[in-house]
């Protein structure tokens, strides 16, 4: 399992912190050529971006590249610059239709075949920035085996949706609910979009809290210093890894003895529980043995 | 010419300067003979009264004439309205050729550009920052510029290789038979520690203040045999410039990544353990490194003995959580660390010589454990260089920087691996001001690189296993790999600045640039 609970975004015309952007570790890093980067300086940050990917140092981060939105005609010229550098996805924004992601696995497979990498490589992050891409997040989600994962959007997806930042953000409560559904019901990760207040680290734990709690993965990241505490919060307890460790170590145990029901602390233990706690050990970066 | 222990090529003896003693390496230079002894003097009990009514007067009074040495201290910083103001006296007085001896120079001071121009200064024995220093890289001085650190500068002055003829001491409080306090007044500054051997040694001293109390002053930093006239004048200096208000540690993300790495360092090591003593400046890495090793004291219930050297609220915050025993103060930064040292007996104030000379019978950083300092450069011999900047212009005092090296037990050089497309790690710095012999790691946002020769750090960092080691070369070779290869900075032949190591030998020189 791909960690991937913190994506920060590194501007695509920032060579200080496109350089700089994994040493904060992130799970994953989003070279930005989209709205970091104004229409002028396009072609500038597209370069930057290249050479930057060329020299390939990112440590242990998933590296993804923002593409321009498709219903523009930069989209093209981005993913025939970055991909075959090798990353490991792309970022669409504003993903409506499962037919354009159809359009972008066939322009990715042309290119990976192109640059003899192995076809299916680059994995596909989709953006759903307005009403209509969080209606068919599901079916977005199912477009590709590409499709890694899904993500609602901030301030499109409000201006959208007619409305406007709340203190709790109640307007993003429904659209945030579909996509962790969807995104469960299709395989793929659900993860949340950014914390904007970049000063308010007690708002950030607590907006981190609550979309871990309804099922997200992750979130995407607009300063480093909100990282650790989002990995804080996504990352399991120590308790929860002990008990996770000794739900995981009897189910082990059951089966090789051939039996069907798990025990624990006296209690039988359900499948999901067990599932729940694999996960659990995941997250911790243990495998499911309790194994580092 | 003689190679130093360095590997720079030094002439054995620089117009303007004299003759080159040469840096052989670290503690290579023990002194000899006995300390400098200044004229003596009375003031029969018929005069309790210092006091004169303007600096001219003041200056009449010291016998100063053109070609003297006068000596200041930085303790007003940037709000500093003394040095100008006795300048400004001397051109009018019609006083030539001066030698300045001050402790520091800062923007505020770049008025005396006129006075060089003049002719009235002819030499600056000190730290040349901004317009001054890049006046002097450009070839607008006669002689070099002089510069010591904040122990070699009273090691100078004690052993009487530079005498002061006239120490100005800026006083934000004095009574009229010349004790003078740092602690009390409108333009309270806190310590005045780098004054006291300038007090001590030259052989006219003049305070002058701001605030005028009865005798005896309270808080006494200067007593009064050592200070020969008092004058009063409206203003010492703008309090906004003296101290600075609350320091907050910094947010950006790439100095506290830095720091972290620092912190991680630190403590890994020996020397995290009750009874540590520990230095930092007050830029936004250090501060931040004092941060996070306050937190990590905290968890591991760890009591410090005393924190050294420019102090801030930071550390006065430490004290008083009794994270540290009691603070060596040389240089109060901050309004809390000023309330500090005039309220608390643990917070005390010590003199340059006390902080910082290598020859005395044993300076404070000598008990340093750890101490947390910058660069503009370092090399792969872990050579530093704070004085130039990658344009090869003279822009910064060596400050503490040597001394604490050389004391602590543990020394951290922290920096950024490029400052915008500005390499900081490479293959010989520039300038050296401290020798790699005396650096124990260099830390930067790409990892922390241990000097080989402490393989006992290398070990306790691979123990811990959460540093983030590389080796010098890597970080050399990555910053090569970002930015490429700088071009050469292109100089004349003529020295404008000589760079003495704490004992007084010359580490390095800096040469005029050429004209673009």
Known sequence: MRLRRTKLYLPGNNPNMLLRGHLFNPDGVILDLEDAVAVSEKDAARILVRDVLRKGDFGNCEVTVRINAMDTDLWRSDIETVVPCGIDGIRIPKVENPKDIAIMDEALSHIESKAKMRVGKTLIFCLLETALGIWNAYDIAKASRRVAAICPGGEDLRADLKTTRSENSEELIGPRRIVVLAAHAAGVDALDTVYADITDDAGLRRETEWVKQLGFQGKSVIHPNQIPIIHDVFTPTDREIEQAKKIVEAAVEAAARGLGAVQVDGKMVDKPVVKRAEYTLQRAGLSAGGEK | ?516
Not at chain 2, 122 to 132: A, D, E, L
Not at chain 2, 193 to 214: F, K, M, R
Not at chain 2, 247 to 269: F, G, H, S, Y
């Open chain 2, 1 to 516: 010419m003689a190679i130093n222990a360095v590997g720079r090529d030094i002439p054995d003896s620089i117009p303007g300067y004299g003759d080159v003693k040469h840096f052989k390496g670290h503690d290579r230079r023990p002194p000899e003979g006995n300390r400098f002894g200044k004229r003596n003097r009375t003031a029969f009990n018929s005069r309790t009264d210092k006091t004169l009514p303007d600096i001219k007067a003041a200056i009449s009074a010291s016998g100063l004439k053109s070609g003297m040495t006068i000596s200041f201290h930085h303790h007003l910083r940037n709000g500093d309205f003394v040095v100008n103001a006795v300048l400004d006296a001397c051109a009018e007085m019609g006083i030539r050729d001066l030698v300045i001896f001050p402790t520091a120079l800062f923007g505020v001071h770049k008025h005396l550009t006129r006075h060089i121009q003049s002719g009235v200064i002819r030499q600056i024995m000190g730290s040349v920052n901004g317009p001054i220093g890049q006046l002097a890289s450009e070839g607008g001085m006669s002689v070099p510029v002089i510069l010591r650190s904040h122990g070699g500068r009273p090691r100078a002055v004690t052993s009487g290789e530079v005498v002061i003829d006239v120490a100005f001491i800026a006083a934000p409080t004095s009574d009229k038979y010349g004790n003078l306090s740092g602690a009390v007044g409108k333009s309270a500054c806190g310590s005045l520690g780098y004054a006291h051997s300038d007090a001590e040694y030259a052989q006219c001293v003049i305070a002058i203040t701001d605030n005028l109390v009865p005798y005896p002053a309270p808080c006494i930093h200067i007593p009064q045999f050592f200070v020969d006239f008092v004058v009063v004048v409206n203003s010492i200096g703008d309090p906004a410039g003296i101290v600075s208000g609350t320091t907050r540690v910094t947010r950006d993300p790439m100095r506290l990544l830095i720091a972290d790495n620092a912190a991680k360092l630190i403590e890994a090591t020996q020397y995290f353990k009750n009874g540590i003593s520990f230095q930092t400046g007050a830029g936004g890495i250090s501060l931040a490194v004092a941060a996070y090793v306050r937190e990590a004291m905290r968890e591991r219930g760890i009591k410090g003995s005393f924190g050294l050297g420019g102090i801030t609220e930071f550390f006065v915050d430490m004290m008083k959580e009794g994270l540290f025993e009691r603070l060596l103060d040389v240089q109060s930064f901050d309004l809390a660390a000023v309330r500090s040292i005039g309220e608390n007996p643990n917070h005390v104030e010590i003199s340059a010589d006390w902080y910082a000379n290598p020859w005395n019978a044993g300076c404070a950083v000598n008990m340093l454990d750890t101490v947390v300092l910058g660069a503009t450069e370092v090399d792969r011999d872990f050579n530093v260089n704070v004085n130039t900047e990658a344009d090869g212009a003279l822009l910064h005092g060596i400050g503490g920087h040597q001394d604490t090296a050389a004391g602590a037990q543990l020394t951290i050089i922290t920096t950024p691996l490029l400052r915008g497309r500005i390499p900081c790690a490479v293959d010989s710095v520039y300038t050296v001001t401290t020798p790699g012999e005396v650096v124990d790691a260099i830390v930067t946002e790409f990892g922390v690189a241990i000097n080989p020769r402490r393989q006992d750090l290398i070990d306790a960092a691979k123990e811990a296993g959460n540093v983030p080691l590389v080796t010098m070369d890597e970080l050399i070779d990555k910053a090569h790999g970002f930015t490429g290869s700088m071009s050469p900075v292109e100089t004349e032949e003529r020295i404008i600045g000589v760079i003495e190591y704490r004992d007084g030998s010359v580490i390095d020189v800096v040469k005029q640039l050429k004209k673009k």
